[in-house]
């Protein structure tokens, strides 16, 4: 059970050995399914998702990495919307919103080699400093 952003989240997983069972799939060893139950003050909402992996973990573990994940990827993109505007920006003609992309990932990447844990304040030092964002450049 996980309580967080206003909700109360269970969850139950359970995996199913699948080695040799499709032989399309040659690496498949494990299926997992997760029911999860999300409630909020106003509405409760159920539901199950299915993993396939070519991992032969237990329950647990399996539970734990896709927690893992889905708390990775909502940090990036939370990062990435909120702090540097992704879903406001109106760039929207090819190739430009891949190579804004990449220079957001480069951006993000730098801030976090220079010792920032809070993009924000990285944001915030930097944009206002030359000298800084030739440090983090490594320029002189």
Known sequence: MDKGHGRIEKRRVSVCKAKGNYPNWPQLNTI???EYESQTKDKIENGIRYYISDL???ALKFGQRIRGYW???NKVHYVR????GEDK???RT???PQIMAIARNLALNLYRDAGFNNMAQ???KCQFSIDRILDIFRMK
């Open 94 to 96: 090819n190739p430009l």
């Open 89 to 91: 920006s109106r760039i």
């Open 81 to 84: 919307d909120v702090t540097q």
């Open 56 to 58: 032969n973990d237990s």
């Open 32 to 34: 997992i399914r997760v």
């Open 122 to 124: 990285a944001v915030r």
């Open 71 to 73: 708390g990775v990827e």
